[in-house]
């Protein structure tokens, strides 16, 4: 069932806007969000009018804060990811069709991972991407620990990954993680100035060309996916996933037990 929580509208025929669009909670992703979100997935794909597709984020203060702890700490955390294409049927997706991702504010855990899995980033001046897993006793299982080490030097984003912490816009853009870095009130208009841009190409070129692109940057993904979710599995029955999460909401330090 779509909600207004995921907003939808065409542009000149052939841009798709998908917005994130519960501000209140930092964009963050819960059950009825994703399903929204991968159902506009498949059906800009099987929409041929449609050539380019941008996912915002609704108010200044994030894109995504990712996942919905509320969420987790429920129990249906695993329904956020449980289509075939992960977290809002994007992650994993086969797509024939170029994302561009139009972010300002804070990209937090999932939401910098639905950042990464969109071809293109337009970052405001105010943005920054964050992979803090760590500090909640788990790991970036939707494809972030092994797509940042791709998108950036390797030692930087083993950094990143295993410390944490946040890496602002010009920092990122001079990495190669984002496409350019505008004021935060011009992003949204910058990734459709760009969106515009391919989508007056001819389709069955553009098509073509990404799915050769990122073939090459997803080489032997199906192991690293097989491999990063086998281990959110097992962190999932860890003692320091349960810390790391009632810490985070309790807003205190956590102390790991290693188990």
Same mark, same amino acid.
């Given at each position: 069932?779509?909600?207004?929580?995921?907003?939808?509208?065409?542009?000149?025929?052939?841009?798709?806007?998908?917005?994130?669009?519960?501000?209140?909670?930092?964009?963050?992703?819960?059950?009825?969000?994703?399903?929204?979100?991968?159902?506009?997935?498949?059906?800009?794909?099987?929409?041929?009018?449609?050539?380019?597709?941008?996912?915002?984020?609704?108010?200044?203060?994030?894109?995504?804060?990712g996942a919905?702890?509320?969420?987790? /700490?429920?129990? %249906?955390?695993?329904? =956020? #990811?449980?289509?075939?294409?992960?977290? @809002?049927?994007?992650?994993? !997706?086969? *797509?024939?069709?170029?994302?561009?991702?139009?972010?300002?504010?804070?990209?937090?855990?999932?939401?910098?991972?639905?950042?990464?899995?969109?071809?293109?980033?337009?970052?405001?001046?105010?943005?920054?991407?964050?992979?803090?897993?760590?500090?909640?006793?788990?790991?970036?299982?939707?494809?972030?620990?092994?797509?940042? /080490?791709?998108? %950036?030097?390797?030692? =930087? #984003?083993?950094?990143?990954?295993?410390? @944490?912490?946040?890496?602002? !816009?010009? *920092?990122?853009?001079?990495?190669?993680?984002?496409?350019?870095?505008?004021?935060?009130?011009?992003?949204?208009?910058?990734?459709?100035?760009?969106?515009?841009?391919?989508?007056?190409n001819a389709?069955?070129?553009?098509?073509?060309?990404?799915?050769?692109?990122?073939?090459?940057?997803?080489?032997?993904?199906?192991?690293?996916?097989?491999q990063s979710?086998?281990?959110?599995?097992?962190?999932?029955?860890?003692?320091?996933?349960?810390?790391?999460?009632?810490?985070?909401?309790?807003?205190?330090?956590?102390?790991?037990?290693?188990?």
């Amino acid at each position: 069932m779509m909600t207004s929580e995921v907003l939808y509208e065409e542009i000149d025929g052939c841009i798709a806007l998908i917005t994130l669009n519960r501000p209140e909670k930092r964009n963050a992703i819960n059950v009825s969000v994703s399903r929204t979100l991968a159902a506009h997935v498949e059906n800009t794909e099987n929409n041929r009018a449609i050539r380019v597709v941008v996912l915002n984020g609704a108010g200044a203060t994030a894109f995504s804060a990712g996942a919905d702890l509320d969420d987790i /700490a429920a129990g %249906i955390g695993e329904q =956020i #990811a449980d289509h075939a294409a992960g977290m @809002g049927g994007l992650i994993h !997706a086969q *797509r024939r069709k170029p994302w561009i991702a139009a972010v300002r504010g804070m990209a937090l855990g999932g939401g910098a991972e639905l950042a990464l899995a969109c071809d293109m980033i337009i970052a405001g001046q105010n943005a920054s991407f964050c992979l803090p897993e760590v500090k909640r006793g788990m790991i970036a299982g939707a494809a972030g620990a092994y797509r940042l /080490a791709r998108r %950036i030097a390797p030692a =930087i #984003a083993m950094e990143l990954l295993l410390t @944490g912490n946040r890496l602002g !816009a010009d *920092r990122a853009a001079t990495l190669g993680l984002v496409n350019r870095v505008v004021v935060d009130d011009e992003v949204l208009g910058q990734a459709l100035v760009l969106a515009r841009q391919i989508a007056d190409n001819a389709p069955l070129a553009v098509s073509e060309t990404l799915l050769i692109a990122r073939q090459a940057l997803d080489f032997a993904e199906p192991e690293l996916r097989a491999q990063s979710t086998a281990a959110s599995q097992r962190l999932a029955q860890s003692e320091d996933m349960q810390i790391g999460i009632r810490a985070f909401q309790e807003k205190r330090k956590p102390e790991w037990s290693g188990r």
